[in-house]
């Protein structure tokens, strides 16, 4: 009976779904503007694309039958039941069909998208009766409560994309999803509850982050050989990661399980060679024991982040040979032990973060590794991108759709730890503090020009602060703070004009610290605790026991407007803003959490009016 015609592509519903009939009512104040034309033909256009089936069943109030392009009152479109105009410029801004008994199809041709000051859209009742909706695309609204009953029960042999991230939707899911040929489910930033549900197997995407879920994860997640995209971060879970999902990244390009409590061993993960594996983030979890040896087998590898767990082990050279390892974060764990030579220098070449901080390393910092790690030593001209994976699916309907997933991790640059969403392609990171190595820091470091951050704190190192770090000049921020390091502080630091933080405090520095640009900007307290430094900002003044050190000279200071200029910059900049703002490297790259899912869809041919629009 129903004569629902093939919804061809998709259907965009807005808003306030959950909050079904009652929308407009009552929103009607006694001034009514006049209805601007192209939005009157809109509506008619979109009026005549509908069936309505029964229009005597008492369950129905099909408005929409009323909507006239003749009469006295009617081609004032604002006082239409159901249409609701802003009262100030008599754009359409809400439109109720809930009841309508209407049947039919909304595509991407549909008249609807002509109104784009459309705010509120209420289809609840359309979609009810639908048994071929594709997509329900609901992301990013303030949708609460939840997910009503007969959602789960609508065109479960169709519905295969479904977005509903960003809400406030409470409550639990079905132990299983009910769409059978379901391939984009994407319910994180939510407020769900229970255990996550079981996919069909033909899944692609799975994103259930940022809820409340919790319980353990299914074996019935083991048989996903088309999932690309899981991410169950920031949730509860606990129990073992399944160790079948050793065989998942056959598939999958993105493992995300941060933030929850998952406990054991992390399975051998890319047991078969064939991976298509892009990044694995396991971090925050409390997971133990040894990091798996067949990681080496992950070809494609790009970011491992195993942060913020128990894992004992030593460090993984084993790593080295993945050709295409970007990102390698250990940081508070329990690696333990020296870290020896490199078996040869074409180790770890693609590498440009590595945070191996809160650990038990002992012995040399590992300088060899210096000369292996190329993409750290050149300032990388190219235009800004952020390091993702970019997927590309392709569909019936659509000739396909394109998902990016940029990689995220949380460090501790400028002395502030923070999470970053996104990291530019150019930036370049060391954290080995917290650790116990000793001896003596490389002048090899200063081979590293592409360095953003550097971080040796608090370990055992001695000797003198290389000279060669002055050749650094992308520097940001470096931090050789409560060491035994000894000796001056080389004036060639001087020459790294993007430094914003220093510190090498709790040492046992001698001498005058380099006075001028952006030293004059730096704390007391970047210097304190070694007993033989002077000078500004240091309250102790540089005596007679060194060579005569001339006041600084005036001139020198301000021979070049420009470094003026940058000096008065810095100092607001370390005044005001720094711990705030992430600075060059970092600096349009700062996360909003809230963010919405990245998706990015295309389509080739045609390219009409798709479904971009941004409705707020
Ligand atoms: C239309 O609805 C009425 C009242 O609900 C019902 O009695 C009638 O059978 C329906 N007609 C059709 C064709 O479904
Ligand atoms: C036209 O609308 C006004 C205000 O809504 C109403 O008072 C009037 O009766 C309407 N006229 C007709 C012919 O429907
Ligand atoms: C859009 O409209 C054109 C012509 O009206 C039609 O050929 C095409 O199939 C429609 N596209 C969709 C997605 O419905
Ligand atoms: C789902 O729909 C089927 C038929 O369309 C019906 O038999 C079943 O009772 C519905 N289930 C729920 C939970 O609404
Ligand atoms: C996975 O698939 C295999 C064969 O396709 C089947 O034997 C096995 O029971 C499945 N495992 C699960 C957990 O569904
Ligand atoms: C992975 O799959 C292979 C066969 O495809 C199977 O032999 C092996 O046991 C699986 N490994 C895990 C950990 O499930
Ligand atoms: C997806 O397509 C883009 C170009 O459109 C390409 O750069 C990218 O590598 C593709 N991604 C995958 C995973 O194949
Ligand atoms: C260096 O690392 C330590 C922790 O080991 C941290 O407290 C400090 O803030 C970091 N320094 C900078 C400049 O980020
Ligand atoms: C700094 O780099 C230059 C060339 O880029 C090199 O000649 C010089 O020796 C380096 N200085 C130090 C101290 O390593
Ligand atoms: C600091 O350095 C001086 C020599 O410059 C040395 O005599 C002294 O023992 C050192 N102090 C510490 C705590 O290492
Ligand atoms: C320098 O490091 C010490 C401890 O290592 C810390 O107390 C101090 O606040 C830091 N100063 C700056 C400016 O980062
Ligand atoms: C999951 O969704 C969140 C926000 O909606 C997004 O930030 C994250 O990148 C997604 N994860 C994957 C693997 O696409």
Known sequence: MELSLRLVSFLCVLLKLLALEIMVANSFTSFQPSCHDYERS?????????????????????????????????????????????????????????????????????????????????????LRHQN????????????????????????????????????????????????????????????????????????????????????????????LSSLYFLDLSGNALSGMIPKCWGNLSNSLYVLS????????????????????????????????????????????????????????????????????????????????????????????????????????????????????????????????????????????????????????????????????GAIQDIFTFIDMSSNRFEGQISELFGNLKGLYSLNLSNNLLTGCIPSSLGNLTVLESLDLSQNKLSGEIPKQLKQLGFLERFNVSHNNLTGRIPQGKQFDAFESSSFEGNPGLCGDPLLRKCGYSGPPSLPPSVFEENDDPDSLMELDWKVVLIGFVSGVVAGVALGDIVTIRRHGWLVKLSYKGRRQRTHQRNWR
């Not at 039958?65 to 410029?89: A, R």
């Not at 169709?158 to 009910?178: H, K």
Request: overall charge neutral.
């Open 42 to 126: 809109a509506l008619l256009q979109f009026k005549e694309s509908f069936v309505i089936v029964n229009k005597s069943a008492s369950l129905c109030d099909p408005k929409i039958l009323q909507w006239n392009s003749y009469g006295v009152n009617t081609s004032n479109c604002c006082l239409w039941d159901g249409v609701q105009c802003d009262e100030v410029t008599g754009h359409v801004i809400g439109l109720d069909l809930s009841r309508s008994c209407l049947f039919g199809s909304i595509n991407s041709n549909s008249t609807l998208f002509n109104l784009v000051h459309l705010q509120r859209l209420n289809l609840a009742d359309f």
């Open 132 to 223: 071929q909706v594709r997509w329900i695309s609901l992301s990013n609204n303030k949708i609460s409560g939840e997910i009503p009953k007969w959602m789960w029960n609508t065109s479960t042999d169709t519905l295969d994309f479904l977005p509903i991230a960003n809400n406030f939707i409470t409550g639990s899911q079905p132990a299983i999803i009910p769409w059978v040929n379901m391939k984009v489910y994407i319910v994180s930033f939510n407020m769900l509850q229970g255990v996550p549900p079981i996919p069909p197997p033909c899944i692609e995407n799975y994103n259930a982050s940022e809820n409340m879920l919790s319980g353990e994860i299914s074996n019935m997640f083991c048989n």
């Open 257 to 420: 399980l941060k933030n929850n409590f998952f406990q054991g061993i992390i399975p051998e993960i890319c047991s078969n060679s064939a991976s298509n594996l892009r990044i694995i983030d396991l971090s925050y979890n409390k997971l133990q024991g040894q990091l798996p040896r067949s990681l080496s087998n992950c070809m494609m590898l790009e970011g491992i982040v195993i942060s913020n767990n128990q894992l004992k082990d030593v460090f993984p050279s084993w790593l080295g040979s993945l050709p295409v390892l970007k990102i390698l974060t250990l940081q508070q764990n329990e690696f333990y032990g020296v870290i020896g030579k490199p078996k040869n220098y074409l180790e770890f070449p693609k590498l440009q973060v590595i945070d191996i901080s809160f650990n038990y390393f002992t012995g040399e910092l590992p300088s060899h590794y210096i000369l292996c790690w190329n993409a750290m030593k050149d300032i990388d001209p190219h235009p800004l991108t952020y390091l993702s994976v970019t997927l590309n699916y392709t569909t019936t309907d659509f000739d396909w759709v394109q998902v990016d997933n940029r990689y995220a991790i949380t460090i501790t640059t400028k002395g502030v730890k923070r999470y970053y």
